[in-house]
């Protein structure tokens, strides 16, 4: 090879390194940009977790609140009519019989 055409190969060999250079440099950047984006959506959909969880929670807790109001406020009803017996005490009252009439007396009565 001449010296000529050595200087050729150089010169293409320096003008690919810096073609290289410049594409790495590219895809770097491009790369920074995809993490960056992909950071971005992870915290984003993390955040709609987080809050739908806590939407979920929430619901449970209302639900169960709902169920203890109820259950309060059949007792506050209770507790405000004692003139009145419970219903289904009558069925009681019929169905068993008084302790006076079937047991027996030890003292001979």
Do not use: H
Not at 24 to 37: F, G, H, V
Not at 49 to 71: C, F, P, T
């Amino acid at each position: 090879m001449g010296r000529f055409e050595l200087l050729q190969l150089m010169y293409q060999m320096k003008k690919s390194n810096e073609e290289l250079t410049l594409r790495c440099r590219e895809l770097e950047k491009q790369l920074d940009t995809l993490k960056r984006d992909t950071s971005q959506r992870e915290d984003k959909l993390r955040r709609d977790y987080e809050q739908r969880i806590d939407e979920i929670r929430m619901q449970g807790s209302a639900k169960d609140l709902q169920q203890r109001m109820k259950k309060i406020e059949q007792l506050l009803s209770m507790q405000q009519i004692p003139d009145q017996q419970p219903v289904g005490a009558d069925l009681l009252k019929e169905d068993v019989p008084a302790p006076e009439a079937s047991a027996p007396r030890k003292d001979g009565e």
